[in-house]
């Protein structure tokens, strides 16, 4: 299974269009890589790709990576996307992606986001002919959408539902389904990929999941409950936006430990100290056993 990372950033990038943190100017000047928004790209045999959630910079990432280019004069070799919540930073790329023609996307999600996401007039098309929209069951392995779907035959996808809420546009609702995790193998195969870009807290079967996994992405957003506070940038805490902390006596790095799987963090924020490889927040990340996930990196299950 081949796994690209397309984005690794959370909303807004790094830099961000209207900060002037320290992580942001290191960007700029070159002196830190650039992010753009997360989200993965999986394939079993370089063909045919399924999106890990949709951010509104997939035209600059699939034009950053070939296999997702098309390969006729019109085309394209996404077959289908996993969406774990409603965030715009995770589903705004569907507008990107609308003059698709005659292609058959197949997206599933919750129901839940789906509903959310189909109540804008941008995402609704993707419920409609020639895509499916299909709802995905928690714990059940996803069904074929279609013949050729990648899912059934050369990758198994089981969706783990996650706390979290709602994004800030549906009124950050804490409901079941309204974040969802992905486990990702081959048929028959050892080798697992854990997809969890967001989630509130590290429940048992989250814990489980890692546990399981051989690489886990995870929810990096942000390493303290209040460094956007501290840094002036937003008078918000990580957990009210729904965001475990990598770090504290209680967030995700100590609550999982020397889980066994390689951990990733993802869906890095700005302001998120973990991206300055001289602060300590780094340190301790590295310390863990985990890592940061960059745009362009790889990774073979």
Not at 180 to 204: C, K, M, N, R, W
Not at 250 to 258: S, V
Request: with cysteine; glycine share 10%; aromatic share 6%.
């Amino acid at each position: 299974m081949i796994v690209r990372v397309l984005g690794s950033a959370a909303g807004g990038g790094v830099p961000q269009w209207n900060c002037a943190c320290p992580n942001c100017r290191a960007a700029r000047e070159g002196r830190a890589p650039r992010r753009s928004q997360s989200g993965l790209a999986v394939s079993a045999d370089g063909e045919r790709w399924l999106l890990l959630n949709c951010s509104p910079d997939i035209a600059g990432q699939i034009e950053a990576f070939e296999p997702l280019q098309p390969r006729e004069t019109r085309g394209t070799p996404i077959a289908g996307m996993l969406l774990t919540d409603a965030n715009v930073d995770h589903i705004g790329g569907l507008a990107v992606l609308r003059q698709s023609g005659a292609h058959c996307f197949a997206v599933r999600s919750s129901a839940v986001v789906r509903e959310i996401a189909c109540a804008q007039t941008a995402f609704a098309p993707f419920a409609l002919p020639p895509h499916r929209w299909i709802d995905v069951r928690a714990g059940e392995p996803c069904a074929p959408a279609w013949p050729g779907d990648p899912i059934g035959s050369d990758l198994a996808v089981r969706a783990i539902p996650v706390p979290g809420t709602t994004p800030g546009y549906d009124g950050r609702r804490e409901i079941e389904g309204a974040v969802l995790a992905y486990e990702i193998s081959q048929p028959g195969g050892a080798a697992t990929l854990l997809y969890a870009p967001v989630f509130a807290e590290v429940d048992e079967a989250l814990a489980d999941a890692v546990a399981a996994a051989t690489i886990a992405v995870l929810d990096g957003t942000f390493y303290s409950d209040d460094e956007l506070l501290a840094q002036d940038l937003m008078p918000k805490t990580a957990r009210s936006l729904g965001h475990l902390p990598a770090g504290g006596a209680d967030g995700t790095l100590a609550r999982l430990g020397r889980s066994g799987a390689r951990v990733i963090f993802t869906h890095v924020n700005n302001s998120n100290p973990m991206l300055d490889p001289r602060s300590a927040a780094h340190a301790r990340m590295r310390e863990a056993g985990a890592e940061l996930a960059y745009d362009g990196m790889e990774l073979v299950l």
